[in-house]
C-alpha cells in the first residue's frame, strides 16, 4: 500500500529544544521522501529530502534520516525557534507510482518561548 | 526553488455555478501537474494527475465529470470546479514537477474556495 503513518499529531517544545517527528510507510519501493513545511493558509514548502540510497542528509538544523529496513525517516530539528511553528508533512513517492506524492497526516509543532 | 503561480487565492461562489483555477508553472516546464484538495486541519489529499497533452488520471473517489483538469500547454493546468455546492468549500493546491531539478515537487500558494 502507499500510506504513510505519522508520530506525533501534534509537538511543543521550548525554543532551543529540539524536535523530532517521525514516519513510517509500507511499500519498500518507495525511493524518494520530501518533508514539508506548512503554515497556515500558505503552499508547503520543501524544507528537506532524501532518497532511498542515503541514510541521513543534514541542513543547518534541519536534519532527516531513513532507515529503509525498518521503514521509517524521521525529521530533527535542533535549536527550534518560534519561526520553526508551522504544521510539517512527511511524504513519499513510490518508484512507478507516477511520481505521486503521498502525504503523512501532519504534525503541528509548536515552540513556546 | 522554482516557482509555481496558482490564481486565483481566494473565491466566493453561488451554489450551481462553475470555478476555474489555474496553476502556471513559472520558470519550468512541467509535463506533470498535480492537484490536492485540503480540508482544515487535515493533510493534502492528491485528487488528479494532469498530464500534458493527456487526459488526468483521477484518484479513486474523484467525479472526473466535477473536477475536470486541462494541462493544454507546458505551463498550464487548470480545474474546473463544476456545479459547484457547500461542501465543495476547500482549500485546493497545486503542484508542478520539475522533471530537470529530479522530480522535486513545487506547490502554488492554494486556492481558498467557498462556496454558498
Known amino acids: 500500500g502507499e500510506n504513510v503513518e505519522q508520530h506525533p499529531s501534534t509537538l511543543s517544545v521550548q525554543e532551543g529544544d529540539s524536535a523530532v517527528i517521525k514516519c513510517t510507510y509500507s511499500d519498500s519501493a518507495s525511493n524518494y521522501f520530501p518533508w514539508y513545511k506548512q503554515e497556515l493558509g500558505k503552499r508547503p514548502q520543501l524544507i528537506i529530502d532524501i532518497r532511498s540510497n542515503v541514510g541521513e542528509k543534514k541542513d543547518q538544523r534541519i536534519a532527516v534520516t531513513l532507515n529503509k529496513t525498518a521503514k521509517h525517516f524521521s525529521l530533527h530539528i535542533t535549536e527550534t525557534q518560534p519561526e520553526d511553528s508551522a504544521v510539517y508533512f512527511c511524504s513519499q513517492i513510490l518508484t512507478g507510482g507516477g511520481n505521486k506524492l503521498t502525504f503523512g497526516t501532519g504534525t503541528q509543532l509548536k515552540v513556546e518561548l | ?116
Not at chain 2, 485546493?92 to 502554488?108: E, H, L, T, V
Request: charged share 15%; net charge positive.
Open chain 2, 1 to 116: 526553488g522554482a516557482v509555481v503561480s496558482q490564481h486565483p487565492s481566494w473565491v466566493i461562489c453561488k451554489s450551481g455555478t462553475s470555478v476555474k483555477i489555474e496553476c502556471r508553472s513559472l520558470d519550468f516546464q512541467a509535463t506533470t501537474m498535480f492537484w490536492y484538495r485540503q480540508f482544515p486541519k487535515q493533510s493534502l489529499m492528491l485528487m488528479a494527475t494532469s498530464n500534458e497533452g493527456s487526459k488526468a488520471t483521477y484518484e479513486q473517489g474523484v467525479e472526473k465529470d466535477k473536477f475536470l483538469i486541462n494541462h493544454a500547454s507546458l505551463t498550464l493546468s487548470t480545474l474546473t470546479v463544476t456545479s459547484a455546492h457547500p461542501e465543495d468549500s476547500s482549500f485546493y493546491i497545486c503542484s508542478a514537477r520539475d522533471q530537470a531539478a529530479k522530480n522535486i515537487q513545487y506547490f502554488g500558494a492554494g486556492t481558498r474556495l467557498s462556496v454558498l
